[in-house]
């Protein structure tokens, strides 16, 4: 079975603030992929990262960054200097190896104020 | 960039009538999936489909539900007689050849079951 955990439902931040979406995952695989989209007012799912479970690095991207910890099953997301442009709902997502499907987390919705 | 596109946007329907969502993978890409998200709540998976058949499923992807891969480049989710409670946006998404390859979503189509 595979579970993802997002505790946080709704974050509001005033622009150029720093803001960290936990993500805390469950899966009894050894093997298996994490992953964030994010989903804007528009409806669409937009893929940000992959990280492999064999990978611990974090990873930086612009004002993105990620956390990945394998010790506390967490993969946060961490927005740098945060603008308007990143108000939306951020899904975490699972696979586990030997699953085809993705399990998403229920989503934190993030509100940039100007 | 290659992507997954969706027809129509937004299908607006009777209960108890048929529908049949279309999607359109990522050319090369060889899994293909649909998840629904039921409005304010998180994406669910619905079905994979590899090799032209069902690889995986949910429990929500009961006798109502069909996929098809009718010509080699479609991919559709019929839903043989809509309920209410079918009102969704339903995405398709597409993975290429490799285990650790992403799922690339489409931008959905808005089901309305009135």
């Known amino acids: 079975a595979q579970k993802v955990t997002q505790a946080q439902t709704e974050i509001s931040v005033v622009e150029k603030e720093d803001v960290t979406l936990d993500c805390v995952y469950e899966t009894r695989d050894t093997t298996y992929y994490l992953f964030w989209y994010k989903q804007p007012p528009s409806g669409e799912l937009v893929f940000l990262i992959r990280r492999n479970s064999f990978d611990e690095q974090n990873e930086i991207s612009g004002r993105y960054s990620w956390n990945f910890q394998k010790s506390t099953s967490s993969f946060n997301f961490t927005i740098t200097a945060s603008q308007v442009v990143d108000s939306a709902v951020y899904f975490c997502?699972?696979?586990?190896?030997?699953?085809?499907?993705?399990?998403f987390g229920t989503g934190t919705k993030l509100q940039v104020i100007p | 960039e290659p992507e997954v596109t969706q027809t129509p946007s937004h299908q607006v329907t009777q209960m108890g009538q048929e529908v049949i969502l279309r999607c359109v993978p990522i050319s090369n890409h060889l899994y293909f999936y649909w998840y629904r998200q039921i409005l304010g709540q998180k994406v669910e998976f619905l079905v994979s489909?590899?090799?032209?058949?069902?690889?995986?499923k949910s429990e929500i992807f009961d006798d109502q539900f069909s996929v098809e891969r009718p010509d080699g480049s479609n991919f559709t989710l019929k839903i043989r007689s809509t309920k209410l409670e079918d009102s969704a946006m339903y995405f398709c998404a597409s993975r290429a050849g490799q285990v650790t390859d992403t799922q690339y979503f489409g931008p959905g189509t808005r089901l309305t079951v009135l």
């Open positions: 489909f590899y090799n032209n058949e069902i690889s995986e």
């Open positions: 997502a699972l696979r586990s190896g030997g699953y085809q499907k993705v399990t």
